[in-house]
T-cell receptor, first 113, second 115 residues
Framework: GAVVSQHPSRVICKSGTSVKIECRSLDFQATTMFWYRQFPKQSLMLMATSNEGSKATYEQGVEKDKFLINHASLTLSTLTVTSAHPEDSSFYIC?????????FGPGTRLTVL | AQSVAQPEDQVNVAEGNPLTVKCTYSVSGNPYLFWYVQYPNRGLQFLLKYITGDNLVKGSYGFEAEFNKSQTSFHLKKPSALVSDSALYFCAVKRATDSWGKLQFGAGTQVVVTP
């Protein structure tokens, strides 16, 4: 199956700093990628749809200035959590779909102190 | 709008016994249905999907699921559970004509398999 990678897998930062998370499709091109957030023992919540070469589409309630998304190439989307605060601590997962399946990255655990 | 219900927060089963994880859905039009498994601090791993064709779908690691249109269900089953099957399981649905951004996940069911 297709492979989606994320980097870093885990990051700890101080409050007020910005953190960038990368999502790569390793063996296919993805014009669209998706960013999810998952709280402990809860389901995935779609944050935004990342569109190659254009602006991301954010779900209702997600601050676009807080969660910056850039999809600069067909294999890379980045999520930057700006001025992170402890409430931004969460598990962030990206996904992409080459065909009739959705492949998920391994996730990034963000902890903001 | 589509929705998915996983009525059980947790399922406990002894190793070697059959495992069933329930999922019902609501969607207008033809559904695409999926099961994913998540281990702690990991992303979602694809188990199986129903797109069209046979109602009984076989997937990875000995899992299978049956699409039941009349009951709008897509229960996940495994004849003989292993301790290593202990994980969080998600059912997901989208309408066939919708984009992947419309994929709706259930709340998840924690499976605990005891030795």
């Amino acid at each position: 199956g297709a492979v989606v990678s994320q980097h870093p897998s885990r990051v700890i930062c101080k409050s007020g700093t910005s953190v960038k998370i990368e999502c790569r499709s390793l063996d296919f091109q993805a014009t669209t990628m998706f960013w999810y957030r998952q709280f402990p023992k809860q389901s995935l919540m779609l944050m935004a749809t990342s569109n190659e070469g254009s602006k991301a589409t954010y779900e209702q309630g997600v601050e676009k200035d807080k969660f910056l998304i850039n999809h600069a190439s067909l294999t890379l989307s980045t999520l930057t959590v700006t001025s992170a605060h402890p409430e931004d601590s969460s598990f962030y997962i990206c996904s992409a779909s080459p065909e009739l399946e959705q492949f998920f990255g391994p996730g990034t655990r963000l902890t903001v102190l | 709008a589509q929705s998915v219900a996983q009525p059980e927060d947790q399922v406990n089963v002894a190793e070697g016994n059959p495992l069933t994880v329930k999922c019902t859905y609501s969607v207008s039009g033809n559904p695409y249905l999926f099961w994913y498994v998540q281990y702690p601090n990991r992303g979602l791993q694809f188990l199986l999907k129903y797109i069209t064709g046979d109602n009984l779908v076989k997937g990875s690691y000995g899992f299978e699921a049956e699409f039941n249109k009349s009951q709008t269900s897509f229960h996940l089953k495994k004849p003989s559970a292993l301790v290593s099957d202990s994980a969080l399981y998600f059912c997901a649905v989208k309408r066939a004509t919708d984009s992947w951004g419309k994929l709706q996940f259930g709340a998840g069911t924690q499976v605990v398999v005891t030795p």
